[in-house]
């Protein structure tokens, strides 16, 4: 079976596609066999990223690592059950076509709440979800008082991943390993990011995830999307001389793979 990794979070821009694309690289890139779905169909940022790889490789004549990138099957409603969901049926389709050829299924959802994301969280054996340092962004996790210092109760997305909880354990599936990421965290606002850590600290024992650190802002993540390339390309590319800039977001993605701790990976890069 592959273990199924799954991006989430209902809020738009917390950096959810560019860790799908460089966790599915990055496991690529140890020698794993990793399948991908993208559940933005209108967007499709993830399946994007995976095309301009394609694109920019073939252009260059160069050959790396890169992950099976597949869309949602287009579905006959002719073929489905009385009172199945046409994006549930697309969904385990993908799924299913996947699976037998993959370690590692990575799923990127959309930011907003939608049925397939919805289906996705309950199928995911790791779930990530990355979280801008804002209360604003916290606020789907949590609703906080006016000092963002005592949580009052979960919100929307946590009730979304309890749900999700409930229904793998109602079917005796593995429970979910959820892993929120700070990500996208600037160098100034200090006051904030205490505030941010103590209540994400205090949820997180509260409603059951890990805390770890994703990355920090940094202009790199933008310029790498048309060319395909995750920051582990960049030497097989012709980077000669990486700047500090590059280093340190490349240890940031090496502490955010061990941080997922999957079952069977070893960091080597
Ligand atoms: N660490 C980062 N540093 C700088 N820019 C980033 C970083 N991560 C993501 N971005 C940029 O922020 C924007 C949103 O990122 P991304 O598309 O990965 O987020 P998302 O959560 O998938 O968004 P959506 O909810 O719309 O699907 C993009 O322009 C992306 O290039
Ligand atoms: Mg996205």
């Given at each position: 079976?592959?273990?199924?990794?799954?991006?989430?979070?209902?809020?738009?821009?917390?950096?959810?596609?560019?860790?799908?694309?460089?966790?599915?690289?990055a496991l690529v890139r140890m020698g794993h066999k990793v399948g991908v779905l993208d559940l933005d169909l209108r967007q499709k940022t993830f399946g994007r990223y995976v095309a301009n790889r394609r694109s920019f490789l073939s252009d260059q004549g160069i050959d790396?690592?890169?992950?099976?990138?597949?869309e949602l099957p287009e579905i006959d409603q002719n073929n489905l059950r009385e009172g199945e969901n046409v994006y549930d049926h697309r969904l385990s389709a993908a799924v299913a076509t996947l699976e037998p050829d993959s370690d590692f299924i990575v799923i990127d959802c959309p930011g907003s709440h939608t049925r397939?994301?919805?289906?996705?969280?309950?199928?995911?054996d790791t779930l990530v979800t990355?979280?801008?340092?804002?209360?604003?962004?916290?606020?789907?996790?949590?609703?906080?008082?006016?000092?963002?210092?005592?949580?009052?109760?979960?919100?929307?997305?946590?009730?979304?991943?309890?749900?999700?909880?409930?229904?793998?354990?109602q079917a005796k599936l593995r429970p979910i390993d959820w892993i929120v990421l700070r990500?996208?965290?600037?160098?100034?606002?200090?006051?904030?990011?205490?505030?941010?850590?103590?209540?994400?600290?205090?949820?997180?024992?509260?409603?059951?995830?890990?805390?770890?650190?994703?990355?920090?802002?940094?202009?790199?993540?933008?310029?790498?999307f048309p060319r395909g390339l995750t920051?582990?390309?960049?030497?097989?590319?012709?980077?000669?001389?990486?700047?500090?800039?590059?280093?340190?977001?490349?240890?940031?993605?090496?502490?955010?793979?061990?941080?997922?701790?999957?079952?069977d990976v070893t960091i080597d890069f």
């Open positions: 079976m592959a273990h199924i990794i799954v991006v989430g979070n209902e809020k738009g821009g917390a950096g959810k596609s560019t860790v799908s694309m460089h966790v599915a690289t790396l690592p890169s992950p099976d990138y597949r397939l994301s919805q289906v996705a969280h309950s199928l995911a990355p979280l801008n340092d804002s209360f604003v962004d916290f606020d789907l996790l949590a609703h906080t008082d006016t000092d963002g210092v005592k949580i009052k109760g979960p919100s929307v997305y946590s009730e979304m991943v309890w749900n999700a909880r409930q229904l793998r354990s990500n996208r965290m600037g160098a100034q606002n200090m006051v904030n990011k205490q505030k941010m850590e103590a209540a994400i600290g205090q949820l997180a024992k509260r409603i059951g995830f890990r805390v770890a650190p994703g990355f920090n802002e940094r202009v790199i993540f933008r310029e790498l920051l582990l390309d960049l030497k097989d590319v012709g980077v000669k001389q990486m700047n500090i800039s590059n280093v340190a977001a490349r240890q940031e993605l090496r502490d955010l793979m061990k941080s997922l701790n999957l079952p």
